[in-house]
């Protein structure tokens, strides 16, 4: 098989981009996968170290207000990245297109489409992107991890797979104390897991470096991935505090291992982040940044909180009461635990590899 995988920008669009092109490997070692990231996106970095060949477009989003003069160079660039595409698909004469969304989708599957190439496109979020809904017509499958998605997309295109996550995640069989040991951590005390996404979040990082001393104050430690914008703001905060169990890092190399040492988690409600909490039944503190397309992570946080799995807050919120919320929760193992019960009941397994199936059958159907 030859098959395009494109999309980007953030890790939420790139880890289950690389988790189907492993289940397609995995299925066919012979299996040929060739990326289309956007220039200076993360996928042009962390496509190569996942092992893939990856093109990269000069495509970028519409600028706000839409009418903005800006946009004729944005729709410029996006007219050559698909006269590019072109020129890449009759190199690599791929059977299949996969969109992921993200800025690269857009004119890879557009150009796919153009070309007769069948598309098949992954919709993470419970309120589809701008870029799926546009491809939407022109997709063969329409990969979607929530229910309810046919207002969005054609009901009969439409297959509910759930979002891939990071096999690394799912392969990690130490125990809670194994894991606090390598991490440095006190084995006895319950444990906050704080993620803000692979970039961080300035609200949940506010809120923690105001509540330092709490935390300290109630016996509770802290694994506390600022993000590398934040991160030396953060680190000195928290050495001025003198706290004790705080524990400030840029970044988390291994989020298996921080994953299986914490209690319950606080994090945004990005569609990876929401998927990796259901599969691995973590409780959790949702903070959904409001600074993204439609709301959607709301919607996402939303999804979970109004079935008990989740606790949720604003993101206006949460410098008042965030760490106490949170300090509230770890304290009381009855209701993590209802959290846990509630949160694995949402998830979706083997989504990586059913989605491979569907990509395969599209091959198979030419």
């Not at 003069?69 to 050559?80: A, C, P």
């Not at 690269?104 to 589809?128: F, H, K, R, V, W």
Request: aromatic share 6%.
């Amino acid at each position: 098989m030859r098959i395009i995988i494109s999309g980007g920008g953030t890790g939420g669009h790139i880890f289950p981009a690389i988790s189907i092109a492993n289940a397609l490997r995995a299925k066919d070692p012979k299996t040929e996968i060739l990326f289309i990231g956007a220039n200076g996106r993360m996928e042009m970095t962390r496509v190569p170290e996942a092992g893939y060949d990856i093109k990269g477009l000069p495509v970028r989003g519409l600028i706000r207000p839409l009418w903005s003069l800006k946009n004729i160079s944005v729709m410029i660039d996006f007219f050559k990245s698909k006269w590019l595409v072109k020129k890449i698909i009759k190199d690599f004469k791929p059977q299949v297109a996969v969109g992921v969304g993200g800025y690269a989708s857009a004119p890879t599957l557009n150009a796919a489409a153009d070309m007769g190439i069948p598309c098949l496109i992954q919709e993470q979020n419970s309120y589809a992107g701008v870029t799926n809904k546009s491809l939407a017509k022109r997709a063969k499958k329409i990969c979607v991890a929530y229910d309810g998605m046919e207002r969005f997309f054609p009901a009969d295109r439409i297959i509910k797979t759930g979002n891939p996550v990071r096999q690394s995640l799912m392969a990690n069989d130490m125990t809670r104390a194994e894991a606090r040991r390598n991490m440095g951590l006190r084995e006895d005390l319950p444990t906050i897991l704080v993620i803000g996404g692979s970039l961080g979040a300035r609200t949940i990082n506010n809120a923690i470096a105001s509540g330092l001393q709490r935390f300290d104050e109630r016996n509770v430690q802290v694994i506390w991935q600022t993000g590398k914008f934040y991160a030396d703001e953060c680190i000195a905060k928290a050495k001025a505090s003198g706290t004790q169990l705080v524990h400030p890092q840029a970044f988390i190399s291994d989020m298996a291992m921080a994953y299986k040492a914490a209690d319950i988690v606080i994090s945004r409600a990005g569609a990876s982040s929401i998927s990796e909490l259901c599969l691995l039944g973590k409780a959790s503190v949702l903070v959904p940044s409001p600074n993204v397309a439609e709301d959607h992570q709301t919607k996402n946080a939303r999804a979970l909180s109004d079935k008990g799995a989740a606790l949720f807050i604003p993101d206006a919120m949460a410098e008042k009461t965030l760490v106490e919320e949170a300090i509230a929760l770890v304290s009381d193992p009855a209701t993590v635990t209802k959290l846990e019960v509630e949160v694995s009941k949402l998830a979706l397994p083997d989504s990586a590899d059913i989605i491979a199936d569907e990509v395969i059958k599209l091959v198979q159907n030419q």
